[in-house]
């Protein structure tokens, strides 16, 4: 009898346990502007990019004061536009409209739920065009000239490129591999080479990234179409500039997005200066 009793207590503390680690999970973290932020919102977009709390902390809040912004100026996204960009979503993966649902209810998503985040996404889009309509400041000839001028190494480019060549079918096993270990693979997962490329014959990505690459410094892990690959890069060859005219576009397009991405956090961190932040409890 003494042992049943034991054997129930335990049970109901372990109820008890279960009970209390679900309502911390569940429970809220941070209220924005009356948007509450949860600590299993925290602990699922932590996990699913691999960041610290506080990071994933940082766009919640981030998406709450969005979402705030966007119910004070009531920005709307109606149905017809919402249904014209699902079609034109569909279209571009040669799919028709119920096609690209059934597709995404085998991923696990419905129809409904994709709708929303779709239209939120727009409202977004809505929202950034009218901040960066009062602040964005036109970029001159000058600027791009002065920004080409003073990072020249952006803009070397080179003939050919001596390399350490690493490929295999395991993009993990890759991205940890040195020449060391790849000698040593006794499973063969990773095969190694000796090789030059020349840019001419090369993915224009592939050259870029040789381009930027230090001299014994190694490239992120690249995915071509037999598997990945990833270079060390032992020496450049053939150097040369490339002509202003030719990188003007370029350099435009990283100058306009340096400018939006200030204008966006200088905005965002006024609202949230001026925002209702209370913290309940920290992950």
Same mark, same amino acid.
């Given at each position: 009898m003494i042992l049943k009793k034991s054997l129930f207590a335990a049970f109901c503390g372990f109820l008890l346990s279960v009970n209390a680690n679900a309502a911390i999970v569940d429970a809220v973290s941070v209220i924005v502007d009356n948007e509450p932020i949860t600590i299993y919102e925290i602990f699922r977009l932590s996990k699913q990019y691999n960041i610290s709390s506080k990071e994933a902390l940082d766009i919640l809040v981030r998406q709450k004061l969005e979402l705030s912004q966007i119910k004070q100026m009531n920005i709307q996204v109606d149905d017809f536009a919402l249904n014209q960009q699902i079609e034109a979503i569909a279209a571009?993966?040669? /799919? *028709? $409209? =119920?096609?690209?649902?059934?597709? /995404?209810?085998?991923?696990?998503? *419905?129809?409904?739920a994709y709708r929303l985040e779709l239209r939120q996404t727009m409202q977004r889009e809505k929202?950034? @065009?009218?901040?960066m309509s009062s602040k964005y400041q036109n970029i001159e000839d000058g600027q791009l000239l002065a920004y080409y001028n003073n990072n020249p190494e952006e803009f070397k480019r080179?003939? *050919?490129?001596d390399v350490i060549k690493f490929e295999s079918n395991d993009d993990k096993s890759l991205a940890n591999a040195s020449h060391e270990s790849a000698a040593a693979d006794n499973n063969q997962t990773i095969k190694l080479s000796n090789e030059t490329i020349f840019a001419a014959n090369e993915n224009p990505n592939i050259a870029v990234v040789l381009s930027m690459t230090k001299i014994s410094g190694e490239t992120p892990v #690249? =995915? &071509?179409?037999?598997?990945? $690959?990833?270079?060390? $890069? &032992?020496?450049?060859n053939?150097? %040369?500039? #490339?002509?202003?005219? @030719? $990188?003007?576009? !370029? +350099?435009?397009?990283?100058?306009? !997005?340096? =400018?939006? %991405? *200030? +204008? /966006?956090?200088?905005?965002?961190? &006024?609202?949230?200066s001026r925002a209702s932040i209370t913290v309940i409890r920290l992950p």
């Amino acid at each position: 009898m003494i042992l049943k009793k034991s054997l129930f207590a335990a049970f109901c503390g372990f109820l008890l346990s279960v009970n209390a680690n679900a309502a911390i999970v569940d429970a809220v973290s941070v209220i924005v502007d009356n948007e509450p932020i949860t600590i299993y919102e925290i602990f699922r977009l932590s996990k699913q990019y691999n960041i610290s709390s506080k990071e994933a902390l940082d766009i919640l809040v981030r998406q709450k004061l969005e979402l705030s912004q966007i119910k004070q100026m009531n920005i709307q996204v109606d149905d017809f536009a919402l249904n014209q960009q699902i079609e034109a979503i569909a279209a571009k993966n040669n /799919l *028709s $409209v =119920q096609e690209f649902y059934r597709l /995404l209810l085998g991923e696990g998503i *419905s129809a409904d739920a994709y709708r929303l985040e779709l239209r939120q996404t727009m409202q977004r889009e809505k929202l950034y @065009q009218y901040i960066m309509s009062s602040k964005y400041q036109n970029i001159e000839d000058g600027q791009l000239l002065a920004y080409y001028n003073n990072n020249p190494e952006e803009f070397k480019r080179y003939e *050919s490129f001596d390399v350490i060549k690493f490929e295999s079918n395991d993009d993990k096993s890759l991205a940890n591999a040195s020449h060391e270990s790849a000698a040593a693979d006794n499973n063969q997962t990773i095969k190694l080479s000796n090789e030059t490329i020349f840019a001419a014959n090369e993915n224009p990505n592939i050259a870029v990234v040789l381009s930027m690459t230090k001299i014994s410094g190694e490239t992120p892990v #690249m =995915q &071509t179409k037999s598997g990945f $690959v990833k270079y060390i $890069v &032992t020496a450049k060859n053939g150097e %040369n500039i #490339m002509p202003f005219e @030719q $990188v003007k576009n !370029s +350099i435009m397009a990283r100058l306009a !997005s340096m =400018q939006e %991405n *200030s +204008i /966006l956090k200088e905005y965002f961190e &006024t609202a949230k200066s001026r925002a209702s932040i209370t913290v309940i409890r920290l992950p």
